[in-house]
C-alpha cells in the first residue's frame, strides 16, 4: 500500500451527489472494484448520436512504467475487446485520446425492508474517467494482455501458448485509458431501519421478512472441451475456482457482519 | 408471445460490428437479458464533460399502457436510482426526453483454449437506446415502482407496506424510456476450437486445461435484520431464493450443453 492512501480529485462530473457518506474516493478501494469485475462497461460519445456507446470489455488496471505498482498507486486500465471496432478508430483518431468512462458493478446482497421504497442494495461501484488510446508499442501491448489475462484467471498466461504469435499481435488491439479521476460508492450493512410509523405497525412488522439476501457470483465445476487432454484440472485452475468462490461468498457475508454460513442451503440448486 | 418476433432496427449506432453471428436483435431476446440483471447501467451525455456519465440503476421492463404486454412486446424501461438526481433534471429540462444507453450484461462461463488470444467468455449482453422521461403521472408511478420491486423480487410488493405514501412518492424519482433501437449479443458454447498449429503441437496440449468453467449469480441464506418478527421465511422468498439459484445454475451449464452436476463441489466455500 502507498504510505498515504491517494485520492482522485473530486471533478463535477465524478462528484457523488447522494448519499455520499457512501462515496469513496481513495485509488485502492476504486481499483480494487474494477479489478474484481470480469467485465467492465465502457461509455464514448459517438459523433452522429445523440446516444453515448456502451460496450461491455475486458479490463486490469496495471502501469506498464512501474509494474510493480500497487492497486492503490496510479495505474492505467488496459481493455480488450471484441466489441470494439468503432472505439478503436475513435481512440486512434483522437489526439488526446478518446473520452471514456469506465464502470465496473458488484451487488453483495438484497436489502429487504417494510415497504419498497426503503429497499436497498449491497454494492460497490466504481466509475473512471480518461482519455483512451491504442497501444502501439509491442511490449506494452505484451504486458497488457498478460494484465488483462491474469486479471481474470491468476497465472494463466504462463500456463497458455504464449507470447501471442505475429498474427495474434496484429489482430489484438489493446486500449490503455490515462485515468484522469474516479469515484466509487459502495454500500455495505444490514438492511435500513424503516420509519417509526411503520416500526410501530404490530400487523405490518409481523407479517413482513426484513433482512439481507447475500449476493455473490460463483464459479462451477470446470468442464473440459471435448479435446481436452489435461485429465486433472491443475492447480492454479483449482485455487482459482476454490478461492474466487470463498472471497465472493465471504464478502457478501462480511458485508452485514455474519459468518458465512457452515451448511450450504443456499446452494441447494 | 407475441405471433411473430418482433425485432428492433438496424440503426448505425445499435448495429453489431463484429462477431454478428451472435448478435440479437428480437425484442424477447433483448427484454429478457436486461430484465434478468439485477442492475442496469445507464449512460448519457453532460453538456460540459467529454465523459457520458453512466449510472448503476434498478430497472424493469413493463408497458403502464398494456400492462399484459409480453416480454417480446414493445416495452418501455422504469428505472429508479438514488444518485440520479443529474439524470433527472436532465430527463425534465429536455423536450423529446434525455437520450440514455441502458446497458445490461451477465457472463455465464469463462472459456479457456491454448492462447490466450482466442480465450472468450461465454455472456448475454443487451443494449437499448431511447429517450428518458420523469414519470409524473400518480398511477404509473406506482406501476412502475411495483413493477421494479416485483422485478426484483417476485410478489414482494404485495408482501411490504404500500403504497407508498405522499412523502414517499414525492422524494422517489422514476424515469421511463421510451426506445427507440437496441440490440444484445449472446455467446453460448464451449471453448473455441484452436488453431492447428496449436492443436498439433503435442507438449502444449498435453499441459494446457482447455474448456469452459462456469459462473452464475448465487444468493446466499437470507440474513433476517436484528428486529425482524417473521422467524420463518415466507414461502415466496424461499422459492425465490431456491429457483434464482437453480436457473442461473442451469443457465451457466446449459449453455455448454452438459448437465448441472449432481455434486455441489463448485460451492466449496
Not at 496495471?62 to 475487446?81: C, K, M, N, T
Not at 421504497?117 to 449491497?122: D, M, Q, T
Amino acid at each position: 500500500m502507498p504510505r498515504q492512501d491517494l485520492e482522485y480529485p473530486r471533478e463535477p462530473h465524478s462528484t457523488v451527489k447522494r448519499y455520499n457518506h457512501q462515496a469513496k474516493y481513495d485509488l485502492e478501494t476504486i481499483h480494487g472494484i474494477v479489478n474484481a469485475a470480469p467485465i467492465l462497461h465502457i461509455s464514448f460519445n459517438v459523433p452522429d448520436s445523440p446516444f453515448p456507446a456502451t460496450l461491455p470489455m475486458l479490463g486490469h488496471m496495471g502501469s506498464f512504467d512501474r509494474p510493480s505498482a500497487d492497486i492503490g498507486d496510479v495505474l492505467e486500465v488496459y481493455l480488450h475487446g471484441y466489441v470494439s471496432s468503432r472505439l478503436i478508430n475513435s481512440a486512434r483518431n483522437s489526439e488526446k485520446g478518446l473520452p471514456v468512462t469506465v464502470s465496473a458493478s458488484h451487488i453483495d446482497g438484497l436489502c429487504l425492508t417494510l415497504t419498497p421504497n426503503s429497499h436497498n442494495l449491497n454494492y460497490r461501484s466504481a466509475v473512471l474517467f480518461g482519455y483512451a488510446t491504442v497501444v502501439d508499442k509491442l511490449e506494452e501491448k505484451l504486458y497488457a494482455m498478460e494484465v488483462i489475462t491474469n486479471g481474470i484467471i491468476p497465472d494463466r498466461w504462463r500456463n497458455t501458448r504464449t507470447p501471442p504469435n505475429a498474427a495474434e499481435m496484429q489482430s489484438t488491439s489493446i486500449l490503455r485509458v490515462k485515468v484522469t479521476t474516479g469515484s466509487g460508492k459502495v454500500r455495505t450493512g444490514s438492511a435500513d431501519l424503516d420509519k417509526n410509523y411503520d416500526l410501530d405497525d404490530e400487523d405490518l412488522v409481523k407479517r413482513v421478512w426484513t433482512g439481507v439476501i447475500p449476493m455473490y457470483t460463483t464459479l462451477g465445476e470446470p468442464v473440459p472441451r471435448g479435446d481436452n487432454r489435461v485429465t486433472e484440472l491443475p492447480g492454479y485452475l483449482r485455487d482459482f475456482v476454490k478461492e474466487t468462490n470463498e472471497d465472493a461468498k465471504a464478502y457478501a457475508y462480511d458485508a452485514i457482519n455474519v459468518e458465512v454460513p457452515k451448511k450450504k442451503q443456499d446452494d441447494d440448486a
